[in-house]
């Protein structure tokens, strides 16, 4: 969707009927386009005197005056200083003990024999035992016709192997001799002592410079400063809608190109490119000093989008900026950088296209938006 009607009104082949509508223009031409402007205040200019500097006063020092002396100064007291001279050693040796020696014990186990040992598991027994009925027995009480019997059963043993103690453990000593180490030291031979000796005053002579009379001030008044100052003063209030008739190709949203170039990742225009917009847009401002222009530039796929987003804003930059070197008010002028964002043709990021088309994208253009 076109975002034109935000900015101003494109009226293109519309009838006298519509234009009378709205405070539309009343007698519009036919296939031509009007851009709503509003006439801005018209100032006049007045000289009004400003004080830049009131009056004040200045001080002049005059120097003091000096008289030259000579006095003669110490500068280091006589004193004493003391030399040391160091000790003088000898070297003896001592014999030191580094591990003292101690008994070393060997330890003799124990000898055993193997033996057994018989252990009486059970004890010799006997009891009455009683044998099974009779089968012809008749008596009905069947304990009648049984056998009783004594039976003794003998005792039960078991062998257990075990170990008589031949030869108790017991334990020898061996002397270990202690360890020696021959230790060098240095001792004194001949103590440290200190030598007195004597160090002489120094003095220098110095010049002083004796006040004779002192610094003072002289005064001067220095009178008021003024400067005459042009002001605008608004002479004619503005604010007034007015219908301006422009191309159709200047109000597109796509605006009219502008054949002007810049060197490769460059954003300063060339000689050539400053005398196009001289011969094109500069002419067009002064003529319709009503309008606002918006500078739109673009870049090709090439390259991040970041980058040619930021070098085609720094291109729209360069022109405003050229234009208001040439008077015509900022507040007229709005630059507006696409980038690679709105390719006259397929040549996007991956797609294979020549210099020449790739040129087709890297254009400046510029449309007429109301005021």
């Known amino acids: 969707m076109k975002k034109l009607f935000t900015l101003f009104i494109m009226l293109c082949g519309m009838t006298g009927i519509l234009f009378a509508q709205d405070g539309l ?47 003669t100064i110490v500068i280091q007291e006589a004193s004493k ?32 024999s193997g033996s057994f040992k018989t252990v009486q598991l059970e004890p010799k027994t006997a009891r009455w035992e009683m044998g099974p009925p009779a089968p ?44 020696y180490k021959l230790v060098k030291r240095q001792i004194i031979d ?16 110095v010049e002083r410079m004796v006040l004779v009379e002192d610094e003072n001030t002289v005064e001067t008044v220095v009178p008021a400063e003024y400067k005459d100052v042009t002001i ?42 400053r005398k196009t917009i001289d011969d094109n847009l500069l002419e067009l401002m002064r003529r319709e000093p009503l309008i606002r222009v918006e500078i739109q530039s673009h870049t090709d796929s090439r390259g991040s989008a970041a980058s040619n987003q930021a070098l085609s804003q ?30 006259t043709n397929n040549c996007a990021d991956g797609v294979n296209c020549t210099d020449l088309q790739h040129s087709a994208n890297r254009r400046t253009s510029f449309r007429v938006i109301s005021q």
């Open 136 to 179: 012809d027995c008749a008596s009905p009480n069947p304990m009648d016709c049984r056998v009783v019997c004594w039976k003794e059963y003998p005792a039960k043993f078991t062998q257990i192997p075990t170990q008589l103690l031949d030869k108790d453990s017991d334990i020898t000593k061996s002397r270990i001799k202690p360890k």
């Open 232 to 273: 605008q003063v608004l002479k004619e209030k503005g604010g007034l809608t007015v219908w301006r008739e422009m191309e159709c190709d200047l109000t597109t949203e796509e605006g009219q190109v502008l054949p002007i170039f810049y060197n490769t990742g460059s954003a300063e225009l060339t000689a050539a490119s």
């Open 190 to 205: 001949k103590p440290a002592t200190t030598r007195e000796i004597a160090i002489p005053e120094k003095t220098t002579v």
């Open 81 to 112: 200083r003391y030399e040391y001279v160091p000790a003088v050693y000898k070297t003896v040796y001592d014999t030191v003990i580094t591990e003292e020696g101690y008994n070393k014990i060997a330890i003799q186990e124990a000898k055993f």
């Open 25 to 71: 223009p009343s007698n519009p031409t036919e296939s031509k386009c009007y851009v709503k402007c509003v006439t801005p205040d018209v100032y006049g200019d007045s000289t009004v005197q400003v004080l830049v500097r009131p009056e004040y006063r200045t001080l002049r020092t005059e120097a003091p005056k000096y008289k030259k002396v000579t006095k």
């Open 314 to 343: 720094r291109r729209a930059q360069s022109v405003v900026n050229y234009l208001v070197s040439k008077g015509i008010a900022r507040t007229r002028l709005v630059a507006k950088g696409y980038g690679e964002t709105r390719l």
